[in-house]
């Protein structure tokens, strides 16, 4: 069953179950990208369906209805099991699989290294677009688990337990470059950038985790720790949520992110 595929997959595991009934594999990457060479069986799904996409927070989720009929439009249904990939290492993709926890679908797994590892391994690729049978995919509730609302962060700063995880550029978190009305940081917060943990000598696989576990412990990002990561709209940083959940990480995503705080007139903000 394909509900036996781990969390992390690697591209020849995968190779050898397309074609399993409950095995969807989606697509995040790039349109054109999908269009010349894709996985057999694969959907394309474009990324912005993802996010609710109104300011000043574009990056929090859409309604219950909305992602009911995205899902449902994919054919979707509480025994998929669904892999996703990408062509930029693991944010759009990271951030389905947070959507995906976020209303309690946990058969899911992410293609370690996207499209460059497949197109690597020398694996088939497919140009044609898969027509899925539409189903009536239904959501209970979305899970308060995953996400923190702005009100919660801001109770939770200077809270030993807690430490924020700011996936951002070096620049945009030491105030340098913005992309909101405020430059900085969130007070407290500690700089690990997305890209960290990409093995670019392997095709934008994930590095070793003990090594990338050591890296961010040395921070103060710990399994001791309840861990919430942002990025300007929660695309970069559902890489890095993804990352504290293969590292087995108690960790949470801050879906409103920098466009969120750095607009708001009431959030402190650090700079260096």
Not at 90 to 103: F, P, T, Y
Not at 225 to 252: A, D, F, M
Request: aromatic share 6%; charged share 25%.
């Amino acid at each position: 069953m394909s509900s036996t595929l781990p969390l992390l997959l690697e591209p020849q595991t995968l190779a050898q179950r397309l074609g399993e009934p409950q095995l969807l594999v989606i697509d995040l990457g790039k349109a054109q990208v999908f269009q010349q060479a894709h996985i057999p069986g694969a959907v394309h799904l474009d990324h912005r369906a993802l996010q609710k996409g109104s300011q000043p927070a574009p990056g929090l989720l859409p309604d219950k209805e909305s992602l009911e009929a995205l899902f449902s439009d994919l054919g979707l249904t509480p025994e998929t099991h669904v892999v996703a990939c990408d062509d930029e290492g693991g944010g759009w993709a990271g951030r389905l699989l947070w959507v995906l926890e976020s209303i309690g679908h946990t058969r899911y797994s992410w293609l370690n290294g996207g499209i460059h590892a497949w197109l690597a391994e020398g694996l088939p690729t497919d140009m044609h677009s898969e027509q899925r049978v539409a189903s009536e995919y239904r959501i209970e509730r979305i899970l308060e688990h995953t996400d923190i609302t702005l009100e919660e962060l801001l109770g939770r700063i200077g809270d030993p337990t807690v430490a924020i995880w700011d996936a951002r550029s070096e620049e945009e978190f030491a105030g340098l470059r913005a992309y909101a009305q405020k430059a900085g940081h969130i007070p407290g917060a500690i700089h690990y950038e997305w890209t960290e943990p990409m093995d670019r000598g392997r095709h934008l696989r994930i590095r070793d985790l003990d090594a990338v576990r050591t890296e961010m412990a040395q921070l103060g990002l710990t399994e001791d720790k309840e861990i919430i990561v942002h990025c300007q709209t929660h695309h970069r940083s559902s890489y890095s949520w993804l990352v504290g959940r293969l590292l087995g990480l108690n960790i949470r995503g801050y879906a409103g992110s920098w466009s969120e705080w750095g607009n708001h007139p009431d959030t402190p903000v650090e700079k260096y």
